[in-house]
């Protein structure tokens, strides 16, 4: 079997990207699929670390965090935007 983890099967996508370190002198590809408004597009937002109230993507290449936010969509459902970045401390 071919496995593909996220998407079940071809609908008609949204433009979906690689999620990118929103560092801009990083941009290292993470492995989460998001709309072109860093909206997770597979809702991982349970993987995500947490630090408190913070939850966030760690970076591999830079080490700062790609902080995930709760947000709702036009039809009220909750979705999580990675939303900011914060460098390593
Ligand atoms: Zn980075």
Redesign the pocket.
């Known amino acids: 079997m071919n496995a593909a983890p996220s998407l079940p099967a071809k609908k008609k996508a949204p433009d979906i990207q690689v999620l990118?370190?929103?560092?801009p002198?990083?941009?290292?590809m993470?492995a989460y699929e998001v709309d072109s408004n860093n909206v997770l597009y597979v809702d991982l937002a349970w993987m995500a670390r947490q630090a408190g109230e913070l939850r966030y993507f760690p970076?591999?290449?830079?080490?700062?965090r790609?902080i995930v936010e709760p947000i709702r969509d036009t039809k009220g459902a909750v979705k999580h935007q990675v939303a900011r970045?914060e460098p390593k401390a």
């Not at 002198?25 to 290292?28: F, I, M, N, P």
């Open positions: 990118r370190c929103l560092n002198t990083c941009r290292e993470l970076c591999p290449k830079c080490g700062g790609n970045f």
